[in-house]
DNA sequence: GAGTTTGAAACT
DNA sequence: CAGTTTCAAACTC
């Protein structure tokens, strides 16, 4: 029952007469709302709310939170729909919770403002990301390494004949495109015509993933870079993760050496590196004047 | 363009 | 989890 108006919020009695102490307060500004939130987020916590509400509010990493919007969920928007309280449970309210569900609501809205705010936050870091990616498109060998808009000649065709362009080697498949008139694959299940089976391969994919937990990276997301194996190629040849993405091998790779780590090198290797994007470079620009 | 080499992905 | 096989791309000639 609301009991009393006031400028700075409202008291919320849970009983009759005029608010007392464990009455409940609705502020109004802001500072006084993060409270409130605090308060909201606490009962959580401590399991005051229904499982339905809870699954709804688990934290999310901020860069899973981004990339599962880039990837899966595309396909399943369906998932997303989101239900108000009184869909959920159709029976008539009280004013008093009618006002709780009030706060919950603003609680969420602020929730949701805060993970908008990460979100710009996280697509900043990606845009930064692909800059530096950009630059060194020429370098990349068949992934579309910063998942940028990619121009149609960008994309490069693929040739898979016995995967049905529904396996990770398929480089269409792994950058989550249909593959293209260009690709020369057999038997290509990832033409648009067959949408489940690619669902299925992608879903087949991530839950083998998750059993393996081999990282908490996602497979379909070929900007991440999770280290390569590299034996022969010293990692200054295609065949490296690292070297096709433009990046330095790390403490992450396994791979054995390695001349394409961050720290100083020689000038003879530096110039085997730099020759082999350069003939990159020269092969790419001849093909496209 | 055919054959070889390579490392990632998949399999056992 | 480690070893093996399969795969498609990179490379060489």
């Given at each position: ?6 400028r ?6 849970s009983s009759n007469?005029?608010?007392k102490d464990?009455?409940l307060?609705v502020?109004?500004d802001n500072?006084?709302?993060?409270d409130?939130?605090q ?6 916590t401590?399991s005051?709310?229904?499982s339905s ?11 899973t ?5 880039m990837s899966?969920?595309?396909n399943q928007g ?12 159709p029976t008539?309210?009280?004013p008093?919770q009618?006002?709780e ?11 949701q403002?805060?993970?908008?705010e990460?979100?710009q936050?996280d697509?900043q ?5 692909q800059?530096i990616q950009?630059?060194r498109?020429v ?6 390494v910063?998942?940028?808009?990619v121009?149609e000649?960008?994309?490069?065709p693929?040739h898979?004949?016995?995967t ?5 080697y398929?480089?269409?498949f792994h950058?989550?495109?249909q ?7 057999n ?5 648009g015509q067959?949408e489940e089976?690619v669902?299925k391969?992608v879903?087949?994919?991530?839950m083998k ?6 990282h ?6 070929t900007?991440?870079v999770w280290?390569c194996?590299c034996?022969?190629t ?6 490296c993760?690292?070297?096709i993405r ?6 992450h790779c396994?791979?054995t ?5 961050r720290?100083p090198q020689k000038?003879?290797k530096n110039n085997?590196?730099?020759n082999?994007?350069?003939k990159?470079i020269k092969?790419k620009?001849s093909?496209?004047?």
């Amino acid at each position: 029952m609301i009991n009393k108006d006031s400028r700075n919020g409202m008291f919320i009695s849970s009983s009759n007469g005029s608010s007392k102490d464990e009455d409940l307060f609705v502020p109004k500004d802001n500072e006084q709302r993060e409270d409130k939130k605090q308060e909201f987020l606490q009962a959580q916590t401590q399991s005051q709310l229904s499982s339905s509400e809870l699954i709804g509010d688990v934290p999310v990493p901020r860069l899973t939170l981004f990339v599962s919007q880039m990837s899966l969920d595309e396909n399943q928007g369906y998932y997303k729909k989101q239900m108000s309280l009184e869909a959920l449970s159709p029976t008539k309210y009280s004013p008093q919770q009618k006002q709780e569900n009030q706060i919950r609501q603003d609680a969420q809205e602020i929730k949701q403002l805060e993970i908008q705010e990460i979100k710009q936050v996280d697509i900043q870091e990606v845009q930064n990301v692909q800059q530096i990616q950009t630059r060194r498109k020429v370098n990349k060998a068949n992934y579309n390494v910063d998942n940028s808009p990619v121009e149609e000649d960008e994309m490069k065709p693929c040739h898979c004949t016995k995967t049905h362009c529904l396996q990770l080697y398929c480089s269409c498949f792994h950058n989550r495109r249909q593959c293209m008139s260009e690709c020369k694959c057999n038997d290509c299940y990832n033409d648009g015509q067959h949408e489940e089976d690619v669902l299925k391969a992608v879903e087949q994919i991530k839950m083998k993933e998750q059993r393996a937990s081999h990282h908490d990276l996602d497979s379909f997301d070929t900007k991440q870079v999770w280290g390569c194996k590299c034996k022969k190629t010293k990692c200054v040849k295609g065949y490296c993760e690292c070297f096709i993405r433009g990046k330095k091998c790390t403490s992450h790779c396994q791979c054995t050496e390695c001349e394409n780590k961050r720290q100083p090198q020689k000038k003879q290797k530096n110039n085997q590196q730099s020759n082999q994007v350069n003939k990159k470079i020269k092969k790419k620009t001849s093909v496209q004047f």
